[in-house]
């Protein structure tokens, strides 16, 4: 199976910089996605990580270390539009060979003024 | 334009009265995959299909059917559905290669009474 922990809740202010952490376990490893979701919509693709490393767009970069079933999405120049829920997702291998797609529960992110 | 399409967006029903959810890409994926969004617990997934008459179940997949005869169409049947199926839906597809980029439908917010 895959599991997925990633904090509930953080805040942060205007213009900072603020990383949301994501621990998983899985039987087989493909890669990291990251998602965001505003309030009432829909989720949307924001980075994917299938290497160790730092992937960077933007104002958003996203970090792997698959020695340490880790990864981190760091958001910098904080807007206020950046409030939404981030869910972090595994790639991982099921028992017939196809792949599944596992969601964390979500960090919500309020961005203060 | 690239989307993927869900119908309806609100749906109220009474327990036991077969439903269908309809879902629709244009992008020609070879993947797609159904979410219940339910608060607190984030995106779990239901039933998924790696290409025409291939599908696998997902994490809860207890009380719902899919169906891919078609590669552009993934419906979701719900045969007799109950209060606890109560959520809001998100039908997603993606092209395999393309780094877990889901691409996700509007929803549908079903409510079983």
């Known amino acids: 199976g895959q599991s997925l922990e990633q904090p509930s809740e953080v805040t942060a202010v205007e213009g900072a910089i603020v990383q949301i952490n994501c621990t998983y376990q899985t039987s087989g490893f493909y890669g990291l996605s990251w998602y965001q979701q505003h309030d009432g919509g829909a989720p949307t693709f924001l980075s994917y990580n299938a290497l160790d490393g730092l992937e960077e767009t933007g104002r958003f970069s996203s970090f792997l270390s698959r020695s340490d079933s880790y990864g981190y999405l760091l958001l910098q120049e904080l807007q206020m539009k950046d409030s939404a829920s981030y869910f972090c997702?595994?790639?991982?291998?099921?028992?017939?060979?196809?792949?599944?797609?596992?969601f964390g529960k979500g960090t919500k992110l309020s961005v203060i003024p | 334009e690239a989307q993927v399409t869900q119908n309806p967006r609100y749906l109220i029903t009474v327990t036991g009265k077969k439903l269908t959810v309809t879902c629709s890409q244009n992008m020609n994926h070879e993947y797609m995959s159904w979410y219940r969004q339910d608060p607190g617990l984030g995106l779990r997934q239901i039933y998924y299909s790696m290409n025409v008459e291939v599908t696998d179940k997902g994490d809860v997949p207890e009380g719902y059917k899919v169906s891919r005869k078609e590669k552009r169409n993934f419906p979701l049947i719900l045969e007799s559905p109950s209060p606890n199926q109560t959520s809001l839906y998100f039908c997603a597809s993606s092209q395999p290669g393309q780094g877990g980029k889901l691409f996700f439908g509007s929803g549908t917010q079903l409510s079983v009474l």
């Open positions: 997702a595994v790639r991982g291998v099921s028992g017939a060979g196809s792949y599944q797609l596992t």
